[in-house]
């Protein structure tokens, strides 16, 4: 039987981006720092867990379900924007540019890992779209293989809908020299290019 500690090392070290040197300074340092950091963090922990759920509308992270975005009333019900995952709707919202409702796959179809259409929220995305307020999908899924695969998968689908379905545009970062941009970058963003 392992002790506590090493327990903690063990669950530290299946968090992406730590291994099990980094668990163990991280679990070295959460103990040091017992009463300021661990405690707290440990009640936070429990807290999440009691109290976070999944929206059944959109698929978000929060403590009520719909989440605090599908409730508000001066988001644009008629635009929903379709990510992958939590992470990317979190980084949308940190932009604060985008005023509509959001669709949380899950993930990404990929041959490689099994993940087919039924094991993310398609269905449910396309039950949503069918509201008659839903005017546009824009597709923002990442700038990958699997991401372009699912992007495509879900406009082949759209096809026969009445709403109008967009993607993000994909090139030059704002700020970003063209000396270090790899070639798909600049490839995307010359195709991608508009009148100025």
């Not at 963090?41 to 509308?57: F, N, P, V």
């Not at 001066?74 to 924007?81: E, F, G, T």
């Not at 809908?161 to 993607?167: K, Q, R």
Request: hydrophobic letters at 45%.
């Amino acid at each position: 039987m392992s002790s506590p500690l090493d327990h903690l090392i063990q669950l530290l070290a299946k968090l992406p981006g730590l291994g099990p040197r980094s668990a163990r300074r991280a679990a070295l340092h959460l103990l040091k720092k017992r009463e300021a950091l661990l405690v707290p963090l440990a009640q936070a922990m429990g807290a999440a867990a009691d109290t976070i759920t999944r929206c059944s509308a959109c698929g978000n992270l929060d403590v009520a379900d719909p989440c605090a975005i599908c409730s508000d009333p001066r988001r644009d019900a008629s635009v929903i924007c379709v990510v992958e995952d939590v992470a990317d709707l979190w980084a949308l919202e940190r932009a604060a540019i985008f005023r509509g409702r959001y669709h949380v796959l899950g993930g990404a179809l990929s041959a490689l890992d099994g993940v087919g259409p039924e094991d993310l929220g398609i269905s449910k995305l396309l039950s949503r779209i069918a509201q008659p307020e839903v005017s546009e999908v824009i597709l923002a899924t990442n700038a990958t293989v699997d991401g372009q695969t699912t992007s495509h998968y879900i406009a082949e689908r759209l096809a026969d809908c009445s709403v109008t379905v967009t993607g993000l545009a994909h090139g030059v970062p704002v700020g970003g020299e063209l000396d270090y941009l790899d070639d798909g970058t600049l490839g995307a963003a010359l195709k991608a290019r508009r009148p100025v």
